[in-house]
Nanobody
Framework: QVQLVESRGGLVPPGGSLRLSCVASESIFDMDTMGWYRQAPGNQRELVATTITGARTNYADSVKGRFTISRDNAKNTVYLQMNSLKPEDTAVYFC?????????WGQGTQVTVSS
């Protein structure tokens, strides 16, 4: 299976910024879709942002204008730049990849927005 490793989560005050990283064990050029989901305590996992072949992107309405997904194919890495963070952004963030008919998930990285 494809292995996905997230990093760079942490604690940040409201209005602050974080950049999450997801490193894949295989070329992300071969992935149909890569992206980020998040899950807060008591909530279901929800889509945050995706990037598809051709570098097309999609964002949840709640993060549009604040979050940016990007990719570095040479490093097999997808990033999520998060600006103007709000307490409601607090969640475990999961890296996601789809190749052919299979879905893959990382272990998750905690993001906590609090003063």
């Amino acid at each position: 299976q494809v292995q996905l490793v997230e990093s760079r989560g942490g604690l940040v005050p409201p209005g602050g910024s974080l950049r999450l990283s997801c490193v894949a064990s295989e070329s992300i050029f071969d992935m149909d879709t890569m992206g980020w989901y998040r899950q807060a305590p008591g909530n279901q996992r929800e889509l945050v942002a995706t990037t598809i072949t051709g570098a097309r992107t999609n964002y949840a309405d709640s993060v549009k204008g604040r979050f940016t997904i990007s990719r570095d194919n040479a490093k097999n890495t997808v990033y999520l730049q998060m600006n103007s963070l709000k307490p409601e952004d607090t969640a475990v963030y999961f890296c996601y990849a789809r190749r052919a008919l299979r879905n893959y998930w990382g272990q998750g990285t905690q993001v906590t927005v609090s003063s």
